[in-house]
Each structure stands twice: as structure tokens, then as C-alpha cells.
């Protein structure tokens, strides 16, 4: 499900050991550019999330709400100490792999989206009481599920990888050092992502709760 995103998380690692990082953090320093491309990168989980509420058959004002929540939740963990000059340099080296991540997760996303959905719908039609709304909702819930499970497991493997590449030779370094980057990358973005989520979902979930409660 998750391959093409795993591309973009292996390229970040590419860059990593080629030298582009290490050139821009001996300009900005490496708290500074962690900020920045942290901020590049979950932004764009923000507006993936967004747009697949957007396409969900649910009231435009559970839409509104939920991406009203993504954003809060996202603005919240941007790093406000970010230079603008820093913030322009992640952009410039970084925005294209990030507008290939905000797309490759939209599509994963509907894709999973989807695919549930018809699950949970079978399900509901064997004495099941949900709502189609509510449907939806377990949907996109076990679509980032899905998401994040498959990631977790890729960062187990980049610990394995670390373990077995303790040493003191140059080419363990370096194989520790893409480990490190590999786990460090997946951790932080689907570690987002799904806290955004997550999120949203409580509250969409509770308003029709709330309405279900009125009728």
C-alpha cells in the first residue's frame, strides 16, 4: 500500500548519505533544518489528510470541523523557531519530493479509504447498525491503521539494520547512518499523520454522536 511513500521516505535517506543535508546544516545548523524540513514535511501529511475528508460523502460541516482539527493539530507541532531563509532553503531542495509525498499519501490514503469502506459496509449489512458516515469514518481509521502498521514495521527492520551495523568500519557507519535516517524519517511523519488523524476522527465521531443523539 505503502511503496510509492516508502520511495519518498528511501529518497530523504538518499539525500541523507549523499551529502545534500550535510551541506545545508553546515549553513543552518541541524536543529534549525530538522525544523524546517519537518515543518515541509508534515504540512504536507496535513494537506493529504484534508484532501481525502474533502472527498468523503459526509456533511460539509464535518468536513469543515475535522480539517478544522488537522490543521490545529499540525500548526501545533510546526517549529516556530525556523528561519525564513532556512524555511526557503527546505523548500527549494526539498518542496518537490514533498508535493510527491502529499500525493503519493492522498492516493494511498483513498485508495485504503475505499478499499475498507466496502469491507466495513459488508460488514454493517450482516445486523451491523452504523451509519453510512459512520462507515466512512472506520474507513479512514483503518486505512491509516493499515498505513501505520506497515511503517512500523519498516522502522523495526531499520533497527534491526542499526543493531547489526555497530562497528567501527566505515562501511558500518554509513549503513547505521541510512538506518538511523530511515527510522528516524518513518517515526516522524506517520508518527504525525496519525496523530492528526486520530484526532479528527474523535471529533467528527463524537459530533455525529451528538447529532445522532438529537434525532
Do not use: Y
Not at 490543521?71 to 523548500?91: L, N, R
Not at 479512514?140 to 493499515?146: I, P, Q, R, V
Not at 523495526?156 to 562497528?167: E, H, Q, Y
Amino acid at each position: 500500500m505503502a511503496g510509492a511513500i516508502g520511495g519518498i521516505v528511501g529518497g530523504l535517506v538518499s539525500n541523507v548519505a549523499g551529502g545534500l543535508l550535510s551541506n545545508l546544516i553546515s549553513s543552518f545548523g541541524s536543529n534549525m533544518l530538522g525544523g524546517a524540513l519537518g515543518n515541509l514535511f508534515t504540512g504536507a501529511i496535513g494537506k493529504a489528510v484534508n484532501a481525502v475528508v474533502d472527498q468523503l460523502p459526509l456533511p460539509n460541516f464535518l468536513k469543515d470541523m475535522a480539517k478544522g482539527v488537522v490543521d490545529q493539530v499540525i500548526g501545533g507541532a510546526q517549529d516556530k523557531t525556523v528561519s525564513p531563509d532556512c524555511e526557503c532553503a527546505a523548500k527549494e531542495n526539498f518542496g518537490d519530493m514533498a508535493d510527491s509525498f502529499e500525493k503519493d499519501l492522498t492516493d494511498t490514503l483513498m485508495d485504503g479509504v475505499m478499499k475498507n469502506f466496502e469491507e466495513e459496509t459488508k460488514k454493517d449489512g450482516k445486523g451491523g447498525k452504523r451509519s453510512e458516515g459512520e462507515n466512512w469514518l472506520v474507513a479512514l481509521a483503518k486505512t491509516m491503521s493499515d498505513i501505520q502498521n506497515e511503517h512500523l514495521n519498516k522502522m523495526l527492520d531499520a533497527s534491526d539494520k542499526m543493531a547489526d551495523n555497530v562497528g567501527e568500519g566505515q562501511e558500518e557507519r554509513e549503513a547505521f547512518i541510512d538506518a538511523q535516517s530511515e527510522f528516524q524519517a518513518r517515526s516522524k511523519l506517520f508518527g504525525m499523520a496519525s496523530e492528526a488523524t486520530s484526532t479528527a476522527l474523535k471529533t467528527i465521531g463524537d459530533a455525529m454522536s451528538s447529532l445522532a443523539r438529537k434525532q
